[in-house]
């Protein structure tokens, strides 16, 4: 099993839709969880840290389930600018290891 | 602020030719990473340097792979002898010395063994 599951998608969505992504982890003792953005043939950019209360940022809101090791993602009035890999990542900072594991990605498609 | 800068963008090499990748990390950061990702996988971490320091090297494949970083500031990794499932792309990152610091990636190296 994957420490890090995401459905790959594609998710081909139309401009203005609402878009939800999810995550599984299976390390229980995971204490960080991020979105990283990466675009074609790019490196992954930060998108958002996910916190235990749920956190929003612009169009973007993160939740994160502890008991059922659950993340999810949920993009609003998606933009064309959007299309792009939402990597799922995880790690466990408390343990001493900075070492981010991250999922296979999902891919988004925005169209027009 | 310059950010992680990484060298070659690109190589081809034949197999059992040797390959090094240099890492510049972002200026002032201690905690420097290699991550790759091979075909059709996620990204996997290699090894965490501390300074000069390798603090976790548990995801280096092989013997074949030898990462430096000699004074703490950039990093290198070797491939020697290189073999085909090398191929894929390597990145890496770096972070301040924070508990949950961000890391901040480059824009990988593509390999290629033939």
């Known amino acids: 099993r994957k420490e890090v599951e995401q459905d790959p998608g594609p998710f081909n969505v139309p401009e203005g839709a609402t878009v939800a992504f999810n995550c599984t982890y299976s390390n229980s003792a995971s204490q960080s969880f991020f979105w990283y953005r990466q675009d074609c043939r790019k490196e992954p950019k930060l998108l958002m840290s996910?916190?235990?209360s749920g956190n929003e940022d612009g169009r973007f809101t993160a939740q994160l389930n502890r008991a059922s090791q659950y993340i999810s993602l949920l993009i609003r009035d998606s933009k064309l600018s959007d299309s792009a890999t939402y990597l799922c990542v995880v790690n466990q900072p408390d343990t001493g290891r900075r070492a981010l594991t991250f999922g296979s990605g999902t891919r988004l498609q925005v169209q027009p | 602020e310059a950010g992680v800068t990484q060298f070659p963008s690109h190589s081809v090499i034949e197999k059992g030719q040797t390959v090094t990748l240099r890492c510049d990390p972002i200026?002032?950061?201690?905690?420097l990473y290699w991550y790759r990702r091979v075909m059709g996988k996620e990204i996997k971490f290699l090894l965490h340097f501390v300074k000069e320091s390798k603090q976790d090297e548990s995801g280096m494949p092989n013997n074949r792979f030898l990462a430096e970083r000699t004074g703490g500031t950039y990093s290198t990794l070797k491939v020697q002898p290189a073999e085909l499932e090398d191929s894929g792309v390597y990145f890496c990152?770096?972070?301040?010395?924070?508990?949950?610091?961000?890391?901040?990636f480059g824009p990988g190296t593509r390999l290629l063994v033939l």
């Open positions: 990152a770096s972070s301040q010395d924070l508990a949950r610091g961000t890391q901040y």
């Open positions: 200026s002032g950061h201690d905690n």
């Open positions: 996910v916190y235990s």
